[in-house]
Each structure stands twice: as C-alpha cells, then as structure tokens.
C-alpha cells in the first residue's frame, strides 16, 4: 500500500504543492488569531472575532478535506504535515458552531454578540455576549470579596466573564498558530 501512494506522490499533485494551494486561507487564518490574541484588555470581543473567524471555516469542512488529500499521498514522509492539520481541526471544530455552546450559531450564519453565549460561572447566569458588554462598566465594579485572594488585587464580575472568555481564546489560538507555524515552516 505504501508503494500505491509512493507512486501516486510522484505522478500527482505533490504534498507541497496541495499545501500551497491552501497556504493563503491558512495564512489569513493565522493573522486572525495573532489579531484576536492582541486584543488583551476585552476578551468578550475576542471571544467573539475568534467564531467570526472560525465558523466560515468550519462551514465549508475545515481541513478535512485536505487532510484527505495528503493522506493518499502519505507514505510516511506528511505525517507531522497531516497531524498538524489534524489538531487544526480538532480546534475548529471546537471552536466551531454548537446550538447547544457558546457559539450557537447555524451554518451560514453571522457571529454575532447576540448569538455568543458566557455565564455559568461564579453564580453569574449565561447569558448573550452583547449583554456582559453592554453591563461592562457597571460590572467592573461589581466587587467580588468572595472570589479575592487578597486585598491588592479587586475581583469583578467584569473579571469573572472576561477571564472566562480569555481563558477560551488562549486554549485554542495559541495551540492553533504554532500548528499553523509548523505548516508554513514545511512550505519554506
């Protein structure tokens, strides 16, 4: 079987060649992360701009289908190429549509704040991204004596929902660039 896909490689597209086909939309995708990454001081908007960017991605199968394609090619040789694809996709899908997570949204459809879902957490209820932004400011001074470690640094319900956010968007974007770092660094 190996032989097979030795000889398909070599009268075939080549790995490199499927990969730089793709490598725009991938590269795009990386300067979307390093973007929603930069925005530090308000996760709840990067919460957001990370389904933005992800579900048209997911829509349209993410990286299945390359995967795919290189995997009749594999002998061997793509195994670290397709396993970073393969995390890629474990991310978007993840990070992906869910009417039942955060990012309830269906195929096709803008992310929005409305439709972006936070809460659970510290007795705060669920509820739209566009709500906890809209309550910023009175949330930020919303002081949370229980949740305090000590007296220097005040704990908010603004906090709270933020570093729920960020602690989403740090999982997935910076797992998700180094993997992209890996493909671009096959390429070069």
């Known amino acids: 079987m190996k032989a097979l896909a030795f000889i398909r490689c070599l ?3 080549s790995p490199k060649r499927i ?3 793709n490598l725009k939309w991938i590269s795009e995708l990386k300067l979307d992360l390093l973007k929603i990454i930069a925005m530090e001081s308000n ?8 389904f933005r ?5 997911q829509d349209q199968g993410g990286f299945n289908n390359l995967i795919k394609s290189l995997q009749k090619k594999n002998y061997g040789q793509l195994d670290e190429l397709i396993e970073s694809l393969e995390t890629l996709q474990i991310h978007i899908n993840r990070v992906g549509r869910d009417k039942h997570g955060m990012n ?3 195929p096709g459809q803008e992310v929005t704040p409305e439709n972006v879902f936070l809460g659970d957490v ?3 209820l669920t509820k739209p991204a566009s709500f906890w932004l809209e309550r910023q400011e009175v949330m930020k001074k919303e002081s949370r004596p229980d949740l305090e470690q000590s007296e220097r640094r005040k704990i908010t319900n603004w906090d709270c929902i933020n570093s729920q956010a960020g602690n989403f968007v740090k999982s997935h974007t910076i797992p998700m660039i180094e993997e992209i770092e890996k493909i671009e660094a ?3």
Do not use: D, H, N
């Open 11 to 13: 009268f075939g597209k």
């Open 19 to 21: 990969i730089k086909k």
């Open 43 to 50: 996760q709840v908007r990067a919460i957001v701009c990370l």
């Open 53 to 57: 960017s992800i579900s048209p991605i």
């Open 104 to 106: 309830r949204t269906s």
């Open 122 to 124: 510290y007795g705060l």
């Open 186 to 188: 096959y390429i070069a």
